[in-house]
């Protein structure tokens, strides 16, 4: 078999092994994540892989589409009164938590004060991949998943900022940390900046292309968020947080073809989530591990016991969130690609404890994804923090009907639309406006004269490009535009 033949049969391989992973991954309780990192460890018995520079590449991409993603989903309603905290525990949080679990790392593996802080700065943050997938489909408070998805989707940039650092002040002793902290300040401002800036061009340039083919504005979409990475990368921002800044504008904009686009960036999402953690558990040998198994419980019992917690109660000590809600933010600080991808730096950078530092990290987030990532319905459940008040917010999708002057709108009714008790018959629509479809508790139903629209209803309307505003008014009232307008604003 040649190269490119096995290639391609290990690339198959990965990705049935793991959507099969993502099935059994729902019954059992565990994050999907741990049954792709275990894949890519049983495929390392029948295939040598040690190719630490590709791995870091597709991982540095996987972090990109997973991040466009999970921003594209975020609601601006949802995440703009938690963004106080959320940037805390994505800061000063992260600093904590390296500056804790570096002192265990200095204590258990032997080793210096940087060298420990480098292998806490690498397990400091929440992973984007771990968090989206886990709280996705789970019933949890909408303001606690809200807080944890932002955190997770902003604070990479501290991460990979402080183990760059540290990388540095061990190679260099003399290099001057007052000029790190300005790199740091310089690399968010323009991550932010350069993110707004490209998430209102991305919208743009959707919103007026006309594009023969409806299946490339995805992939316009993609590349979009992958330029958007490359060009901050180049004038030394942040791109992770360049990307997140500008998939949060572009999923809250208009989008004329957001539901396509949507549905294009979860199922890639998935697949490089796949292609990623294999290829981080292809990394990975078993007997190397079993070298750091006592050690590498230790510094995860301090991460998960004391560090997190510790960082999630100082960095909110004066928001407004309760024991409760704490406890449960501090246990949802799962781990997952990111610090695995950064540990990968070291071993490139050439250190000398480099392999030391990428097994213990490799089974700290193996412990962390395993034990939190599997009790955390049950603990919000204990915590009181499962099923809370209705999301009563109307949301608007369109799908786009390729070159004509039509266009398929998904609405979802709240209880304040005047839409609301009302029979189609007597809804008045502009004209050439039809309601073809209508959801009703996970069923859909067949529209006639005399179906009446129920609070939480999800209406397909089929509708002219230029009479969507007269449609949306006559479903969701004017007040619900207005309030659009401003959160665009």
Do not use: C
């Not at 303001?143 to 989707?153: I, N, V």
């Not at 396509?260 to 979860?266: A, G, K, T, V, Y």
């Not at 809370?388 to 609405?411: A, C, F, P, Q, V």
């Not at 008790?421 to 809804?427: A, P």
């Amino acid at each position: 078999m040649g190269l490119v033949d096995g290639l391609l049969l290990l690339l198959s391989i990965m990705l049935i092994i793991g959507v099969m992973a993502t099935k059994f991954s729902s019954r059992l309780g565990l994050p999907a994540l741990i049954l792709f990192l275990a894949g890519g460890m049983l495929l390392n018995r029948f295939i040598y892989f040690e190719d630490v520079h590709l791995t870091q590449f597709i991982g540095t991409m996987a972090l990109i589409i997973i991040l466009f993603d999970g921003g594209t989903q975020t609601k601006w309603r949802r995440i703009k009164p938690i963004l106080g905290p959320a940037a805390s525990l994505a800061t000063l949080g992260v600093l904590i938590t390296t500056f804790v679990t570096g002192l265990a790392a200095m204590y258990f593996l032997d080793f210096s004060l940087l060298e420990g802080l480098l292998l806490g700065a690498i397990v400091g943050s929440t992973d984007a991949a771990a968090v989206f997938s886990v709280l996705g489909n789970k019933n949890f408070n909408k303001r606690l998943t809200a807080t944890l998805e932002a955190e997770s989707g902003s604070n990479d940039p501290m991460a990979v900022f402080l183990t760059v650092t540290l990388i540095e002040l061990i190679q260099i002793p003399d290099m001057s940390i007052w000029a790190a902290i300005g790199s740091f300040f310089l690399q968010m401002g323009l991550g932010l900046g350069l993110g707004f800036i490209f998430g209102k061009l991305t919208v743009l340039i959707i919103n007026h292309i006309k594009l023969d083919i409806s299946g490339l504005y995805p992939v316009l979409a993609m590349g979009a968020a992958i330029l958007t990475y490359a060009v901050t990368d180049y004038f030394n921002g942040s791109g992770l947080l360049a990307v997140y800044v500008m998939a949060v504008f572009v999923g809250n904009s208009d989008l004329t073809h957001r539901f396509s686009i949507l549905r294009f960036n979860e199922g890639f999402a998935w697949m490089m989530q796949i292609v990623m953690f294999t290829l981080l558990g292809l990394l990975v040998f078993p007997k190397q591990l079993l070298g750091v198994f006592w050690e590498g419980i230790l510094i995860a019992i301090i991460l998960v016991f004391i560090a997190r917690p510790i960082a999630v109660f100082i960095s909110m000590m004066f928001m407004k969130y309760n024991l409760n809600q704490k406890l449960f933010i501090s246990w949802a600080g799962l781990k997952g690609a990111v610090p695995i991808v950064l540990a990968t730096y070291p071993v490139l950078a050439g250190l000398e404890n480099s392999n030391l530092i990428f097994n213990t990290v490799f089974f700290v987030v193996l412990i962390s994804a395993l034990v939190q990532g599997s009790t955390l319905s049950n603990l919000a459940e204990k915590l009181g923090l499962v099923g809370d008040e209705d999301d009563d917010h109307s949301s608007i999708e369109l799908i786009n009907l390729g070159n004509t002057d039509s266009e398929i709108m998904r609405i979802s009714i709240n209880k304040h639309s005047p839409a609301v008790g009302m029979s189609l018959t007597n809804l008045v629509l502009p004209s050439e406006t039809l309601v073809i479809g209508i959801t009703r508790n996970k069923d859909l139903l067949t529209p006639t004269g005399s179906s009446v629209i129920q609070k939480g209803d999800t209406l397909f309307v089929l509708v002219d490009k230029d009479k969507r505003k007269d449609a949306k008014i006559a479903l969701l009232g004017n007040d619900e535009i207005q309030l659009k307008k401003n959160r665009e604003k």
